[in-house]
């Protein structure tokens, strides 16, 4: 049975409040995000300036792990984050 006019409105204003869920989560994403990135720098500069390396590998595996419970985007997402956090050093 086709929605009536009342059923249609009910669903698009579902899908606006659900939007607007998306919205809000994607912003913070972003924020989440940057301050990963702005974290890791400041770990990786902080270690490099001790006369450490850039990049510590079982570390990166550990959080290649993590985001691999949501499967190959998960591990997509994690790859980009550890890029993130490499910065320009990281170029
Ligand atoms: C942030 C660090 O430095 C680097 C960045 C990592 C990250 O962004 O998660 C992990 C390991 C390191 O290669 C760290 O050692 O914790």
Redesign the pocket.
Known sequence: MPPTANEEKTAAEEIGELRKEIDWLDAEIVRLVKR?AE??QT??AA?MAAGGP???VN??MD?LARYGELGPEGTRIAMA??EL?RGRLGR
């Open positions: 990963r974290v890791s770990i990786g270690r850039r990049i510590v570390r990166e959080v984050l550890l956090g």
